[in-house]
């Protein structure tokens, strides 16, 4: 196990940028036993945040969003709930008059993964931050990078970002972006799944999705992935969103993207009570969640990420910002056995009141 160093959350006992160094170096690796479990201990455990009312002096307790638990899992339902409505209000495709299997859309959905002969689940991990780890020579901000690669085929373009993993700890990171111009895509069917495939051979060739790469891809992947223009990480796929279709047998874009972002883990069940190593977890989806948790925080990154200008073009209305300052200050954090402490007091002191108040102790007595 790697050197712990503590944190300012004593229910996360390493240093954020030693744990990232650890993960790198070998000295620590996200299929530990200790890591795991310190991880669900981290997100079972409730904590407060106390904010005080600066005019009144009134204080009010808060419950701590993390990942997994239920304010986590509430925060990211209303995120996809907000997204769907606003989705469900518009159209981004239309037919293409004489192709009855084919369609104009402004929606591509990307899937990368990365190449695991090459790096390690750590190292992929990594990849996905925005900025450098100090001490350690990694490469970072790819994303960004395929982003801009995108910008030179496509043009300017909004984009909703999520950083989930596979069954095996690697993370594969989806991309929603959504285009000022249109791309034809042709409808593919394989085992019973309709998917909708870009079929312009000028974007494809940018891509590196044509023919003759594709051809390549069998005979030789490593080198197809090698000289691909877009992303030389690993396989990259890429679909187009058409309304009224499912994503992977979700009923829209939205609800695949959030699929593990919004279940809660933490209350009424026991799913991850007593949980194993996670490479023992039977449950698919629990292990792509809990993998994908965990590479999140060890790393740092956000799991979802989005900004102003997805949400102007699929028309969020930004919600109005607050006039001055706010009367709320959080004041600290703490933990659940200290909260419910706290909590008895209050209840005592409150009876305590309630009955001198009514004068409810002289009559018992």
């Known amino acids: 196990m790697g050197t712990t160093v503590p944190s300012s959350n004593p229910d996360w006992p390493y240093d954020p940028v030693q744990l990232m160094v650890d993960l ?8 530990s036993i200790g890591l ?21 002096g009134e204080q009010i307790y808060a419950m701590q969003c993390k990942r997994g638990n239920i304010v986590h899992a509430t925060r990211k339902s209303k995120q996809r709930d907000q997204i769907c ?3 469900d209000g518009q159209e981004f495709d239309y037919p293409m008059k004489g192709f ?7 929606m591509l959905f990307f899937t990368l993964s990365f190449d695991q002969t090459k790096y390690t689940k750590e190292e992929a991990w990594a990849m996905l931050r925005s900025s450098p780890i100090p001490g350690v020579n990694c490469s970072y901000g790819e994303l960004n990078k395929f982003s801009a690669r995108l910008s030179k085929i496509f043009g300017k373009h909004a984009k909703i970002t999520v950083k989930e993993a596979q069954q095996n700890g690697y993370p594969a990171p989806h991309i929603l972006i959504l285009l000022d111009e249109p791309v034809m895509v042709q409808m593919h069917e394989h085992n019973g799944i309709v998917t909708w495939r870009v079929c312009d051979p000028r974007v494809l060739r940018r891509l590196g999705k044509d ?13 197809a992935i090698s000289i691909n223009p877009v992303w030389k990480h ?8 058409i309304k009224g279709y499912r994503v992977k047998k979700r009923k829209n ?16 069940h026991d799913e991850i009570k007593d949980i194993g190593p996670f490479c023992n977890i039977d449950n698919k989806g629990l292990k792509t969640t809990m993998y994908t948790h965990l590479g999140n925080k060890c ?7 989005y900004g102003k200008a997805f949400k102007e073009k699929i028309g969020i209305v930004p919600q109005a910002a607050q006039d001055g300052p706010s009367v709320w200050k959080r004041l600290r954090t703490i933990p659940d056995f200290v909260y419910d402490f706290v909590m008895k007091a209050l209840e005592k002191r409150r009876i305590k009141e309630f009955r001198e108040k009514y004068g409810l102790d002289a009559l018992s007595s």
Do not use: H
Request: hydrophobic share 35%; charged share 30%.
């Open 24 to 31: 790198l170096t070998g000295t620590e690796t996200l299929d």
């Open 36 to 56: 795991q479990k310190n991880l669900v201990d981290w997100m079972s455990s409730n904590d407060y945040n106390v904010f005080k009312n600066l005019e009144t």
């Open 85 to 87: 409505e606003a989705l």
């Open 100 to 106: 009855k299997s084919r369609r104009m859309t402004r």
């Open 211 to 223: 023919t003759k790469t594709r051809k390549m891809a069998f005979r030789d992947p490593r080198k």
């Open 234 to 241: 690993g396989y990259m796929d890429v679909q187009g969103i």
């Open 253 to 268: 874009i939205a609800t695949y993207i959030f699929k593990y972002l919004t279940k809660c883990l933490t209350e009424g």
């Open 299 to 305: 790393f740092r990154t956000r799991d979802l990420v």
